[in-house]
């Protein structure tokens, strides 16, 4: 079992940046590919980005590739995704993600953090 919360959402300008954080508890953190979905008002959760047990491998949604970062510390057992350049549109609840393979958790995932809000407005 692992748990998993997630931090730093909350208003950000057009054109700005965001570090959201998730830390985990529970099984051992390296033992899992960590991803962040997220899930805008009326619409189905999509996939963001998803990083490998080693840290060595990444994947992002086109939607966010060149403006997203995921990255992991092992150390703080904690994965954070860096948004950098945000637009209205990646206005969502973010939701950690924790699972088996890197192209599992791309699609679905094991464990779910509760979320965190991100609002893009002016």
């Known amino acids: 079992q692992v748990h998993l919360v997630e931090s730093g959402g909350g208003l950000v300008q057009p054109g700005g940046s965001l570090r959201l954080s998730c830390t985990a508890s529970?099984?051992?953190?390296?033992?899992?590919?960590m991803g962040w979905f997220r899930q805008a008002p009326g619409k189905e959760r999509e996939f963001v980005a998803a990083?490998?047990?080693?840290?060595?491998?990444?994947y992002y949604a086109a939607s966010v590739k060149g403006r997203f970062t995921i990255s992991r510390d092992s150390a703080k057992n904690t994965v954070y995704l860096q948004m950098n350049k945000v637009k209205p549109e990646d206005t969502a609840v973010y939701f950690c993600?924790?699972?088996?393979?890197?192209?599992?958790?791309?699609?679905?995932?094991?464990?779910w953090g509760q979320g965190t809000q991100v609002t893009v407005s002016s």
């Open positions: 990083i490998s047990r080693s840290g060595s491998i990444t």
């Open positions: 529970g099984r051992t953190f390296s033992s899992y590919a």
């Open positions: 993600a924790a699972g088996g393979a890197i192209v599992a958790v791309t699609k679905n995932a094991d464990y």
